[in-house]
């Protein structure tokens, strides 16, 4: 359709669409946000796909209608609406009045008769209306000028309805959909309609007669006695329901196009409001389209520095300055091969752009700077810059500030800390992103391609943005008590992991080879097997067929179907293992062909062409509990509960013959934390006793003692100790342990009985993440848990196991973190030829020079072990050998 085109919402309708939709949101407050969320996506999808000239969004009232007092019944029997999902429409109504969009609703109609009041005004002005609902009464209202748009998929789709669509899906006119919905009725709204006339019946009656009216007058032309004996009996209910489900087009309201019109959004408004809700993604869409708006331009004039002369002016007033505040720009490729254009300095309130472009003559100059202990350098994911330098023989010393990581701290399970939504977050500033400066996808472009006063203004936005984040955060940190954690922990953490990761891991590729020729003839064996056992060949990796193969073909029984047919997950094959022999093959093809894939080729792949090495990334603002997590590849990942999962790491090996591998790994951590935490004295008894914890727990559970403490007690019992640290209920433990849940139940009875420290810690943080919204760890680490006040049992319960673990897990991520600075301090100081070069969870692997083992040991116990002083002695276990696998 041509011309003005106005959109009407039903704004309900949308809601209850978008709420169901999405899995559940919350902020760390608590607040479900998914409807909303939902419901502002399709907004920019209609701004995007339509350009509306006007928009309104109607909503219903809670005030009865003339429907109500004409029908008792109406809408009798609908659900309330969920507390999750009501709290939600004033949030919406917030967000609409910041973009500005006219919002209506009016005691004594529906939302429905608003939108049709509305879609004939705009016809008679000559304007184009599209309904957006999920609601298909709308479909009366449809006219050459007036089109609807059905809510699809959730919300990931718009069916669009024209007069031609109406009669194409129902055979009947828009106008005749009204009297199509008399007869027929309609459930949702309870509307009575004739009872045993369906949809065919109903369509076939008014292709004939047009309207229900007209029926009536001519009920003698129906054939069939039943069903002329039903409309004669229901007439007037047919009727009075044909009256319900009409949409009044005439309410009594003024209006004028003016007030309908788009307008600009209020963006500071919507900044602070998707800033509440947490809709870090939905923040660039806040921003202004144009690129190159005032404050993406360089509001500081920069002074470009091209010689070495030109560096020594900029080079004196860092050090008479004491600190500056810096952003590298570099292409990566890989590691060692990473191509540097220029560095952007702030220091005090003067801009410098360093022109490098590949001749690093100036990056050399400015070695002693980056490299001074008394300068201090602020920056955002230094990490980068960190091994950048490094590739250049540059150590950066003395990162007092990154905001990144400062963040981090603040929220740590925000999804981006991309700098520029920061700045339009919390300065509302429009500063170039990565994006703006590169492109994205097919479209990416080098830095070698960006004109020189882009590279200035996204560096000068960059690192104007860190300065005021600075500012920020500092006092954030200190209000939250974060200081401690921060300075002393995880900024130092920085140059760890960009060392590990400069450093890589060796890999025997020969090794690698032949692991892969194995699985790759186990996989053909296994392929063979599963396919006599089926009976015939078959695509074992498409879930269709191997479907059809188990359930209609072997006739096992069906656990779980979806939409596309009978799922075939790993949880269905797992419940069906004793079934059929086919079943434990397909479990174990499926295992091999993962290993084959995602660690033989995957890690060939990414194997350094320069180094040999991998260089996985280690990252620090990853995970909510505090845990590094590793990626490119993940090396924490990395399968051993099976047997050929532990032959992945025989390929991982030291550099060369001079060096060993040394593996250290802290015993029992999380139960030593569970201990100092709980204070429980039976708990800490044994532990200082030195006793096998699991053996202690099983003659406390099991009322034995400990030294006739038998294999399969002892290992429940460590079942039940783990479990406990986790929160696992009485079903998580009779799956774990193919017990029944009352004997499950049973051993955590008797496990809290016995350590009552335990049981009231456990108890205590929940109602303390409760009350405060978050828990912490012993170095007052934060995590927010707003599923804690879920009214969903599942996810309430999901809650609780989180708050009760999070300060055991993140606190033996805050000690593995102490412990990695201390070791790496330790190497470095005393100048050794051995480095760390991996971290998993709870151990640090070491490649040792032959001639410092003794030495090495020496310093991983020490550090290790007086990381952190708790109720109970830290222990580390520790093995060497000439690979990954020797060591453990």
């Not at 790993?570 to 093809?589: M, Q, R, S, T, W």
């Not at 609780?800 to 301090?825: C, F, H, L, W």
């Amino acid at each position: 359709m041509e011309g003005k085109k106005m959109i009407i919402i039903d704004g309900n309708s949308l809601i209850n669409r978008t709420f169901y939709a999405l899995p559940e949101l919350t902020t760390k407050d608590g607040i479900h946000t998914n409807a909303v969320y939902g419901f502002v996506n399709v907004l920019y999808r209609i701004f995007e796909d339509y350009k509306p000239d006007y928009m309104n969004v109607a909503f219903d009232k809670k005030a009865p209608t003339f429907r109500h007092k004409s029908y008792d019944a109406y809408k009798a029997g609908r659900k309330k609406m969920p507390s999750e999902l009501s709290e939600q429409l004033p949030i919406l109504k917030e967000i609409l009045d910041a973009f500005n969009i006219n919002r209506v609703e009016i005691e004594g109609f529906e939302a429905d008769d608003l939108i049709g009041t509305i879609a004939r005004f705009c016809e008679n002005k000559n304007v184009y209306s599209y309904i957006i609902t999920g609601d298909r009464d709308a479909l009366q209202l449809v006219s050459d000028k007036t089109k609807v748009l059905i809510t699809k998929k959730g919300i990931s789709e718009l069916e669009e309805y024209g007069e031609e669509e109406v009669f194409e899906k129902y055979g009947v006119t828009p106008r005749e959909f009204i009297d199509l919905k008399g007869l027929m009725g309609d459930k949702s709204d309870n509307i009575p309609g004739v009872p045993g006339v369906g949809e065919k019946t109903a369509t076939k009656l008014i292709k004939e007669f047009k309207s229900i009216e007209n029926l009536l007058k001519n009920i003698d032309k129906i054939s069939k006695n039943k069903l002329r004996e039903k409309l004669e009996e229901y007439a007037q209910q047919a009727v009075l329901s044909k009256k319900l489900a009409t949409i009044i087009t005439d309410v009594p309201v003024e209006m004028s196009l003016e007030e309908f019109k788009m307008k600009e959004p209020d963006r500071k408004k919507l900044v602070d409001l998707f800033n509440r809700l947490e809709f870090r993604k939905l923040m660039d869409k806040v921003k202004p389209k144009d690129a190159q708006t005032e404050n993406k331009k360089n509001s500081v004039k920069t002074k470009i520095i091209h010689s070495i002369e030109e560096l020594e002016p900029l080079k004196e007033k860092i050090r008479k300055n004491g600190e500056f505040c810096f952003k590298i720009f570099s292409d990566h490729i890989d590691l060692r091969n990473d191509k540097i254009f220029g560095v952007h300095i702030i220091v005090g309130d003067e801009s410098y752009f360093i022109d490098i472009k590949g001749d690093l003559k100036l990056l050399e100059e400015m070695k002693d700077v980056f490299e001074d202990i008394n300068i201090k350098k602020y920056g955002h994911e230094t990490k980068k810059d960190m091994i950048l330098l490094k590739e250049n023989n540059i150590s950066l010393n003395r990162v007092d500030f990154d905001s990144a990581v400062a963040l981090y701290l603040i929220e740590p399970t925000r999804k981006s800390y991309e700098i520029s939504y920061m700045a339009y977050e919390y300065f509302n500033e429009d500063i170039f992103s990565e994006e703006d400066l590169l492109g994205k996808g097919k479209k990416k472009i080098g830095l070698d391609q960006v004109p020189i006063e882009k590279l200035i203004a996204y560096g000068f936005g960059f690192c104007n943005t860190v300065r005021k984040l600075k500012k920020l955060f500092i006092e954030k940190l200190k209000e939250y008590n974060l200081e401690k954690l921060y300075y002393e922990v995880e900024l130092p953490l920085i140059e760890v992991l960009a060392a590990m990761e400069f450093e890589g891991f060796m890999v025997d590729k020969e090794k690698l080879n032949e692991l892969g020729k194995v699985l790759d003839e186990r996989i053909e064996n296994l392929k063979k097997e599963i396919f006599h056992e089926a009976g015939e060949e078959f695509n074992i990796n498409s879930t269709k067929q191997l479907g059809e193969i188990l359930f209609n073909r072997l006739g096992l029984p069906p656990i779980k179907k979806t939409k596309t047919g009978y799922s075939t997950n790993a949880e269905v094959l797992e419940k069906l293992y004793d079934k059929h022999n086919i079943i434990p093959k397909i479990i174990e093809y499926r295992q091999m062909v993962k290993l084959k894939s995602t660690y033989v080729d995957g890690l060939m792949a990414v194997i350094n062409q320069t180094t040999k090495k991998i260089h996985s990334s280690f990252n620090q603002t990853v995970t909510a509990t505090g845990r590094i997590s590793s990626t490119e590849p993940n090396l924490q990942n990395i399968p051993i509960k099976l047997d050929v999962g532990r032959e992945i790491r025989k390929v991982f090996v030291p550099t060369n013959e001079e060096y060993l591998l040394l593996d250290a790994d802290y015993s029992q951590i999380e139960l030593r934390i569970l201990a100092h935490i709980s204070k429980d004295h039976n708990l800490i008894e044994a532990f200082h006793k030195e006793q096998d914890i699991h053996a202690a727990t099983a003659s406390k559970v099991f009322n034995v003692p400990i030294d006739e403490v038998s294999p399969l007690q002892r290992s429940r019992a460590k079942a039940v100790n783990f479990g406990i640290v986790y929160g696992m209920s009485d079903y998580g433990l009779s799956e774990n342990l193919h017990i029944t849940k009352k004997e499950a139940q049973k051993y955590i009875d008797e496990y809290f009985d016995k350590y009552t420290g335990v049981k009231e810690y456990m108890d205590n943080i929940v109602v303390e993440g409760k009350e405060k919204g978050y828990v912490t760890t012993i170095l007052n680490r934060r995590r927010y848990i707003p599923e804690l006040k879920a009214k969903n049992y599942n996810i309430r319960s999901f809650g609780e196991r989180t708050a009760m673990n999070t300060p055991i897990q993140g606190s033996a991520a805050d000690i593995i973190k102490i412990a990695m600075i201390r070791v790496y301090n330790e190497l470095k100081n005393k100048n050794l030829k051995s480095k760390l070069i991996l971290q998993v969870h709870d151990e640090l692997i070491v490649e040792v020079h032959k001639d410092e083992i003794e030495q090495v040991k020496k310093i991983l116990k020490e550090e290790m072990e007086s990381a952190i002083n708790l109720e109970v002695p830290l222990k580390v276990d520790m093995h060497i050998g000439n690979s990954w696998y020797e060591t453990k």
